[in-house]
């Protein structure tokens, strides 16, 4: 039985959702917690659903990608 298997490569990537600023609105941003950086399960993979924004709409991280533009982060089971 021949599984196919996708390269990942889980790392660091700049938060989509402050744009690495570690802020949003005035405080520390929800998803990155203020670092700017997020490890994520993929470095490779762009969010598809918010085109790497880490929003849909503004003030509301993406639920598919937690926020960060790229994959479910590494540290954190539950999105919003
Ligand atoms: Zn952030
Ligand atoms: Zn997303």
């Not at 609105?25 to 598809?48: A, F, H, L, M, P």
């Not at 929003?55 to 991280?61: A, D």
């Amino acid at each position: 039985m021949a599984i196919k298997i996708e390269k990942r490569i889980p790392g660091e990537v700049t938060c989509s959702y402050c744009k690495g600023t570690g802020k949003h609105d005035g405080e520390s941003c929800i998803v990155c917690g203020g670092g700017g950086k997020v490890n994520v399960v993929d470095t490779n993979k762009r969010c598809q659903w918010c085109k790497g924004n880490g929003f849909l709409m503004k003030g509301i991280p993406c639920t598919n990608c937690g926020g960060t533009g790229y994959t479910r982060p590494v540290d954190r089971s539950r999105l919003f």
